[in-house]
């Protein structure tokens, strides 16, 4: 009866919260009115249709109302039943909870502030020096001694691990090195790990391996499989490549390691358990939790700092367990060895003496073509001096154990593409062997060396520190950023090529977009025929295989030198082409299931590959141009456009296409309701508008996974709103070109501002750049952008596609002799200011739309440096926040990391990877830029943020690549500024170690990177009939993000779909200082619980398991395997990302 009452209670709280929030909702509205009462006449049609639309989104919000309640109710019971189950329970959890308790996300922000155990990276960055003095033939390091008698009691226990980097494309492409290399090397691994059962060989790159699994017969196979059962062969990691772990984004990443290990399950059977990273140029723990996700327990880095190498090697703390920094919990613990020298190559993997090591490298014999820098050369095993070659190897094992905790020692063996040749095989393993056979043949120098694999070190490993009572110290942090030598900081790889680190976004937004509708179209197909079968006109089985073409693309492009820039010319062209030609693939699955999922009549649907029945608005026309829309022709007859929201959120979103008309209508398909619109100028030249071509912006509505068909109709003369125009120059006023347009001269040094419900901008009139913010709180902040060079040293050290070495002036504000032009638009939709530079267009939009989309500025540039010689351009924000030194910048988009600026480090160290987000704070206020790409961001002085555009380098940087970065391209790039009033929510001034962002900048990040996608369908009038896909009733609860709804593979049928989905949801963290106004938005829920067939609802699963990260089937979780009736509630916790296999009915 007590439950029944407080059921009572709750509903009857949230129908006052609706109700509230209805009322504020038209209060809100009528604010807006008042807004738009300046606007010119003929504006009580779009008034209407406004009208209309917040009638609509309010009936959506009662919606999202109602499955509140349902969640609530679904809670109650759901706790009820745990009661019955469990017995007392305290009473008082139920009452009523402060705002931050309530919220899980922030719950884990309040609890991890500052509290975390363990050491923090960030802690030992305050702590070092940075000196660099020689330390002997360890040169980064320190001498080290040995008395001999340490491995009395327990031998020393050495694991030699021959391995052989490839990496798919650097300075080949992917296709000529597994030609010339790559499948040698698998041909005579095969060959000689048969003939001897003890030895041993890791693989990383499933991108090759799957390739060579092409081209070899049955018989090999087996031969694999036998070694891989045999523990003879493993595979490492298991990812398509050996991804960097700066720019990619963490759905690329975890992409790249369920395709990867999805092959490895079905051709294989085994499931990897040790990670190997020894190549990408540093290290994130984004990647360690993925790991940890996908079920290893162990992993394997190599290029860290090598002052935090040597500090790590003093401390004996190479080998820790690595835990999130916002994990309060061991959860998220793995296992990480630390490789202490400086590469991985056979040199320094021995022993701290490189000129030693090189000895023991029997690639380098004399007479053939490698040999040892160092002079002095290896030597073939013989009888008469295996005693002083194996005495002299053991002496570097002994040096080096004294770097560990356990006596167990990790020797790796190998290089980039090693063991080519039969011969290669045989002096290693040969010489080697003799060695092993020496120690064996000597106990009193208790050594125990054999080949192994990475499984066989860390199972000894943890052996022998199981049967010492000894545990792993836990690390928390990153290992960003990355010098090898000196003041080699490796920060330019952060930016190098950034057209292609923007295109690998855009084929990441296109693939997650594709996957999710291709996935609700097969169980849409299915439950229309009603037998579990597919429409037999509908090609599911090529489009399968375009979408896993398109995730392999995606996936190779995260490798370390494709997303870094840091391969050559002709490799960048290559990978370009691969992500130009799989997102036109892509379109075709997009488009067809578009095409299916909105026709009335299904029966109509055909499918000619020739000729689509939609069209993409936005096309790329090669894979080193920028997209641009297809003109649309307008009649009287209307031309129906389709609009995909990729997001789990309603939004509120601008629609932009080009038409060849002045003059435009849209009405929404469904309910013939207008939609409030702007037509624009298209500028062919900075001051001279296009005549045949205007820009019609609108503004939708976009339920959550949607499809909405809008028409698209010429208008009658003067009847749509059109955008104003006011240019300024100094000195020298523009001729403007525009018949269509009201343009009017500027006032000499009026103010430049621009304003929407939410914000208003200060900008100044000579260059149309940012001064100044004001939020509608009353918050004013001053936030200046600047644009700046930085050029390189005069030294012979210079720049390039892996470092930034800029010169002692640092950089100097961008300046040229011809004043800019500043274009200023206001209409309706949206209002913005584009400011015209020589290198550079950039543009500060306003939209005037509701909703977070309208709290933040866009900001856009262009930028072309091709005429420039050894110069990198950098936009700044100069800001009055104060953040003292310490800033934000996200890792690979899953979390945000603490950044210190240090004096004692050079400029180039103070750079850090920012894949999408970045933020300042003090106590009053925070700024975030969040953007559409990855580049280098740094905080140089307090109140400071700035990002690289883009870098044009003539020279090498002796890294290998032998080339410059000279290949720029007209590159475009994508922000969002946002200032949030932190007053009455936060305490500290820089911030607490952990942070993250706000909702509203989760928002509004999701925003930018998931645009919605725009599709045409034909002009004639034998279109027929559309109607819109909703496939869910109500937006998901506002924290958790649909990271995927991933087809798998049939695991009968090869190359076809299955009824299974891979269903990736990533429940976010988020900072709860500033206050959340958007409750009139979205709904979260206040437990981790969640009801799966209620925030999906009315989609249906049949079967839900809860699986890894990479869906293997053996990590399915057995409960909830057995868990076939609803209502399926799951626990989500705050910054998990959690793995389902699902089949929706
Ligand atoms: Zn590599």
């Not at 008042?34 to 009662?62: A, I």
């Not at 021995?350 to 014999?365: E, I, M, S």
């Not at 154990?401 to 063996?413: A, D, E, K, N």
């Not at 399915?1116 to 057995?1122: G, I, K, L, N, Y």
Request: aromatic share 10%.
């Amino acid at each position: 009866m007590k439950r029944n009452r407080l059921l009572a209670v709750l509903v009857g709280g949230v129908f006052c919260v609706a109700v509230m929030s209805l009322y504020l909702m038209l209060e809100m509205m009528q604010g807006a009115e008042l807004q738009h009462m300046e606007t010119p006449d003929g504006q009580v049609e779009d008034d209407l249709s406004r009208l209309q639309q917040h009638v609509d989104k309010l009936e959506r919000l009662l919606g999202d109302n109602n499955r509140l309640v349902a969640t609530l109710r679904d809670k109650l019971f759901h706790r009820q039943a745990s009661w019955v189950k469990g017995g007392a329970v305290n009473v008082s959890s139920d009452s009523a909870p402060s705002r931050a308790d309530s919220l899980p996300g922030c719950r884990l922000a309040e609890e991890m502030k500052d509290g975390a155990d363990g050491v923090q990276l960030l802690d030992i960055y305050d702590l070092l020096t940075f000196e660099n003095p020689n330390g002997g033939v360890w040169k980064q390091g320190f001498e080290i001694s040995y008395h001999g008698d340490e491995w009395a009691e327990q031998p020393l226990e050495v694991f030699v691990v021959p391995h052989s980097h490839n990496d798919p494309g650097w300075l080949k492409t992917f296709e000529s090195y597994y030609q010339d290399q790559t499948k040698h090397i698998l041909n005579n691994m095969l060959i000689k790990l048969t003939e001897d059962s003890r030895r041993k060989m890791i693989w990383a790159e499933i991108s090759y391996f799957s390739k060579w699994w092409n081209d070899i017969d049955e018989q090999k196979r087996e031969m694999v499989k036998r070694l891989v059962g045999a523990g003879q062969l493993e595979l490492v990691t298991g990812g398509w490549v050996m991804a960097d772990e700066a720019n990619s984004h963490y759905f690329a990443l975890l992409d790249q390691l369920i395709e990867g290990h999805q092959w490895i399950q079905r051709h294989l059977g085994v499931k990897p358990s040790s990670g190997w990273a020894v190549d990408p140029f540093g290290h994130s723990p984004s990647m360690a939790y993925l790991l940890k996700g996908a079920g290893l327990s162990n992993m394997v880095i190599q290029r860290v700092h090598y002052a935090v190498k040597k500090h790590f090697a003093q401390k004996q703390t190479l080998e820790f367990l690595w835990r999130q920094s916002w994990d309060s919990s061991p959860r998220s613990d793995i296992a990480c060895h630390m490789m202490p020298f400086y590469s991985y190559d056979v040199p320094h993997t021995c022993g701290p003496n490189p000129a030693v090591c090189c000895q023991f490298d029997f690639h380098r014999l004399p007479g053939g073509r490698f040999f040892c820098p160092w002079k002095i050369s290896p030597q073939r095993i013989t009888e008469q001096n295996v005693e002083e070659r194996a005495l002299l190897l053991l002496d570097q094992y002994r040096q080096k154990s004294r770097l560990f905790r356990s006596p167990v020692l990790f020797v790796p063996l190998g290089d980039d593409f090693r063991f080519v040749e039969s011969s290669e095989w045989d002096a290693q393993f040969g010489n080697y062997q003799k060695l092993f056979d020496y120690f064996d043949q000597h106990p009193e120098l208790h050594v125990k060396a054999r080949f192994g694999t990475l499984s066989d070190y860390f199972e000894a490993l943890h052996r022998r520190l199981n049967a010492a009572g000894t545990t792993l110290p836990t690390l928390r942090g990153d290992f960003f950023t990355y010098a090898d030598r000196d003041d080699h900081y490796w920060s330019g790889y952060f930016t190098s090529r950034p057209f292609y680190k923007r295109l690998d976004r855009t084929l990441e937004a296109t693939l997650r977009a594709t996957e999710i509708l291709f996935s609700l179209t097969l169980a849409e197909m299915r439950r229309f025929r009603g037998d579990s079968r597919l429409v037999s006109d509908f090609p599911a089985r090529e489009h399968f295989k375009r979408l896993t073409a398109g995730r392999r693309s995606l996936a190779l492009f995260q490798h370390h030198d494709a997303v870094t820039g840091t391969a050559r010319d002709p490799v960048v062209v290559d990978y370009g082409t691969r992500l130009f030609n799989s997102i036109v693939n892509l379109h075709k699955v997009l488009q067809s299931s578009a095409h299916w999922l909105l026709l009335l009549d299904k029966s109509q649907y055909h499918y000619d590959q020739l000729k689509p029945f939609m069209q993409m608005d936005d096309v790329m026309s090669a894979h080193d141009a920028l997209p641009r829309k297809t003109p649309l022709t307008l009649s009287d007859e209307p031309r129906s456009l389709i609009i995909f929201n990729p997001t789990e959120q309603l939004r509120s979103s601008v629609i932009s296409v080009v038409i060849d008309s002045p003059d435009a209508h849209v009405v929404d398909a469904e309910t013939g309701r207008p939609m409030a619109a702007q037509i624009s100028a298209v500028w062919a030249e900075p001051s001279q508008a296009s005549s045949e071509h205007f820009q019609l912006d609108f503004m939708a509505e976009l339920p959550p996974l949607s499809l909405v068909v809008y028409h698209v109709t010429k208008a009658s003369v003067g009847s749509a709103h059109r955008a104003r125009y006011t240019f300024h120059r100094r000195g020298n006023p523009p001729a403007i070109q525009s018949e269509h347009f009201q343009v009017s001269g500027s006032e000499a040094n009026a103010p430049l501002s621009l304003s929407n419900k939410h914000i208003q901008i200060w900008s100044s009139p000579e260059t149309g750049l940012l001064q100044k913010l004001r939020l509608q709180s009353g918050l004013v902040r001053q936030v200046q952008v600047q644009f700046l060079w930085y050029g390189t040293r005069t030294s012979q050290e210079k720049s390039g596609a892996y470092l930034f070495l800029p010169g002692e002036e640092g950089a100097l504000l961008y300046s040229s002799s011809e004043p800019p032009l500043v274009r200023v638009s206001r209409g309706p939709v949206f209002s913005d200011i584009t400011s015209c530079f020589r290198h550079f267009t950039h543009t500060v939009r306003l939209l005037h739309l509701d909703g977070h989309a309208g709290r933040s500025l866009e900001i856009s540039n262009t930028v072309d440096i091709r005429s420039e010689v050894n110069r990198e351009l950098v936009m700044r924000l100069v800001s009055d926040v104060a953040n003292g030194n310490r800033f934000y910048s996200d890792l690979n988009s899953f979390q945000m990391q603490q950044r210190r600026t240090l004096g004692k480090l050079p400029l180039q160290a103070n750079f850090y990877p920012m894949t999408s987000s970045s933020f300042l704070q003090d106590s009053t206020s925070r700024l975030s830029l969040l953007s559409g790409q990855s580049q280098a961001v740094a905080s140089l002085r307090p109140g400071e943020l700035e990002v690289v555009l883009d870098r044009r380098l003539q020279q090498d940087d002796n890294r290998g690549l032998g080339q410059g970065v000279t290949d720029n391209k007209l590159t475009a790039s994508l922000y969002h500024l946002l200032l949030e009033d932190r007053r009455g929510g936060a305490q500290e001034e820089g911030g607490a170690s952990v942070q993250h962002l706000s909702l509203l900048a989760h928002l509004t990040s999701l925003s930018l990177s998931h645009p919605p996608i725009s599709m045409v369908a034909p002009s004639d009038s034998q279109v027929p009939k559309l109607r819109p896909f909703l496939p869910l009733r109500s937006s998901l609860p506002c924290d958790l993000h649909l990271l995927n709804l991933r087809t798998l593979e049939d695991p009968q049928e090869a190359e076809s779909p299955s009824q299974e989905v891979a269903l990736l949801l990533h429940r976010k963290g988020f900072d709860c200082s500033s206050a959340p106004e958007l409750s009139l938005e979205c709904t979260w829920s206040a437990h981790e619980e969640v009801n799966l067939d209620d925030i999906f609802s009315p989609l249906w699963f049949r079967s839900v398991r809860r699986s890894g990260l990479t869906l293997l089937r053996e990590d399915d979780e057995p409960e909830s395997a057995r868990q076939q009736q609803p209502p399926r509630i799951t626990s989500l916790r705050p910054m998990e990302i959690s793995a389902f296999r699902v089949e929706i009915d």
